[in-house]
């Protein structure tokens, strides 16, 4: 992986686990650093589920499916910490 490739990775990343905190209303405590990992564990998760892969490139797709997979993640995430997704 070349420089510019991880960070499109961090960039992407980023706005995909901001926007799934938005969509799962944990953004107030979330920072940045872990909207970054939020995004790409969620991007392997949708990769995982939808068969797509961010490696692939950029694309509608590939970016809906990495927001699916890391809102499917913090649900996860609150399930087991509250026992219940809000």
Known sequence: MDLIGLIVWLVVGGVVGWLASLVMRTDAQQGLVLNIVVGIIG???GGLLFRGSINDGITVYSFITSLVGAI??????????RGAVR
């Open 72 to 81: 499917i993640l913090l649900a996860l995430v609150n399930l087991v910490r």
């Open 43 to 45: 991007a392997f998760i």
